[in-house]
């Protein structure tokens, strides 16, 4: 049974920073990241990466403040936000997918998702 478990979400102020982490278990993925659903909001892509060749992408509105990065083995992934505004509140949701070789930032293209975490900033 495959399972993402996101953690690390929470309460911060703007200009902080939060570190969101995610771990997957049930099979290996080929790539990893994370969206975003604010209320009343589309669910939008933050950040993914692949293992092979190591390529990463970034929404737009979190270019520059936001990295992602992996553990060697193939199932954890973490998103570092700095900088966080009052518009990075949303939920945060893990997402994977095992046959990805190009980074896809549509939500129909990962296979499998976390429950989320709510990350909440503070103006």
């Known amino acids: 049974q495959v399972q993402l478990v996101e953690s690390g979400g929470g309460l911060v102020q703007a200009g902080g920073s939060l570190n969101l982490s995610c771990v997957a278990s049930g099979r290996t993925f080929s790539a990893m990241g994370w969206f975003r659903q604010a209320p009343g909001k589309e669910r939008e892509f933050v950040a993914a990466?692949?293992?092979?060749?190591?390529?990463?992408e970034y929404g737009n509105s979190v270019k520059g403040r936001f990295t992602i990065s992996r553990a060697n083995a193939r199932n954890t992934v973490f998103l570092q936000m700095n900088s966080l505004k009052a518009e990075d509140t949303a939920v945060y949701y893990c997402?994977?997918?095992?046959?990805?070789?190009?980074?896809?930032?549509?939500?129909?293209?990962?296979?499998?998702w976390g429950q989320g975490t709510q990350v909440t900033v503070s103006s």
């Open positions: 997402v994977a997918d095992f046959q990805m070789r190009t980074i896809a930032t549509m939500t129909y293209f990962y296979d499998y």
């Open positions: 990466t692949t293992w092979l060749g190591g390529n990463k």
